[in-house]
């Protein structure tokens, strides 16, 4: 008799949770952020991808999961996560110096990607690889399992979910409660849950919340506000996601209790998710690449005005001076430098 050693069962474990948020989670995230993007940032965003659909963000959204699993993509797998070492139920934090590792991890991989998505000196590609990162990592670092080291993130917590004795806690919340709360994990489900949760934020229960999400958010410290986003997740280990241990969790089926009493914070993470990336991705644009779009707007005028009135070399301004002087800004130039 075929007996699996450890080591299988740790693969497999590994397997199961490689989709993160599952493909349901991170499309509303996609759809929800579409809806409070600018029309600026929306247009940035479509020509960045390629895509002028209604689903230009969520076609992409779960694009990062199957790139992990390639052999060229695998070095990305530990930007899914952070480990944080901490003790839950008693005890919950991160704390980037300690659970991010020299692989990197969701808070150093947002960093990375918020700077390089920005970055005008990188190919159509390399900026369209980190636009996909982002709308992927934002919306992983709100699922608390993605910000804990306990069992893997839970994927080593064997659970019973709606029957499944074969669970575990990790992939039930990626995936299996927020498909048991929507019935479906097609784009048109992704888009009716949005749709949905967007009410909320606009008039709803979230309406009063919305500006506390986006509070910490400065991408000018990427790795604070990233870290802040993480703990703020990571906290709901301790107080919803396992709130009495984890043997509390393998007394019965997570359904119906367990996941009554959890879904609200589903609901919570994926609309928060979305609502951060729509202004993560506004203030990039707006921060970032508007002013470079205008500069490249002014080093035209500038030079449509020098062929039509060219000045005397002595008393022609520079272009930097001229465009400085046309937005009232610094030039910017040494923006991207790092
Ligand atoms: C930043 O992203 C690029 C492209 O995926 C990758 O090659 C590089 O290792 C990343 N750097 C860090 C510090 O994560
Ligand atoms: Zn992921």
Redesign the pocket.
């Known amino acids: 008799m075929y007996t699996p050693t450890t080591s299988v069962l740790v693969g497999l474990a590994a397997l199961k949770g490689a989709s993160a948020w599952g493909t349901l989670g991170h499309a509303t995230v996609a759809y929800i952020a579409q809806n409070y993007l600018t029309d600026a940032t929306e247009a940035w965003a479509k020509s960045v991808l390629s895509d002028t659909s209604t689903s230009y963000l969520a076609n992409i959204a779960s694009w990062a999961d199957t790139y992990r699993s390639t052999t060229a993509g695998k070095?990305?797998a530990p930007?899914h996560y952070i480990d944080a070492n901490d003790s839950p139920p008693s005890s919950c934090n991160v704390n980037y110096a300690r659970d991010c590792t020299s692989s990197?991890c969701s808070i150093?991989?947002i960093?990375?990607?918020t700077q390089?998505v920005a970055d005008a000196r990188l190919s159509t590609a390399?900026t369209a690889?980190?636009l996909k990162?982002l709308v992927h990592l934002l919306g992983d670092i709100t699922q608390p399992l993605h910000d804990e080291a306990l069992e893997t993130g839970g994927n080593d917590i064997k659970v019973t979910f709606n029957g499944y004795a074969n669970d575990n806690l990790h992939s039930d919340w990626d995936t299996y409660i927020p498909e048991k709360k929507v019935g479906g994990s097609a784009l048109t489900d992704a888009q009716s849950w949005a749709k949905t949760l967007i009410a909320s934020i606009d008039s709803g229960s979230y309406k009063s919340l919305a500006s506390s999400w986006v509070s910490k958010s400065n991408i000018n410290d990427a790795v604070t506000s990233a870290t802040a986003w993480a703990t703020d997740a990571n906290a709901l280990v301790c107080s919803v996601v396992m709130p009495n241990g984890v043997a509390a969790l393998q007394t019965g089926d997570l359904y119906p209790t367990y996941y009554n009493k959890v879904i609200p914070t589903v609901e919570l993470q994926i609309a928060k998710g979305g609502y951060r990336l729509a202004d993560w991705l506004n203030k990039i644009y707006s921060a970032n690449i508007a002013k470079r779009d205008l500069e490249g707007q002014s080093e035209e005028l500038v030079s449509r005005m020098a062929m039509a009135a060219p000045l005397p070399p002595a008393n022609r301004p520079s272009k930097a001076q001229l465009a400085r002087e046309a937005y009232g800004g610094g030039c910017g130039c040494d923006k991207h430098k790092h």
Do not use: I
Request: charge should be neutral.
């Open positions: 070095f990305s930007y990197g150093s991989a960093s990375n990607y390089r390399n690889e980190a990162f």
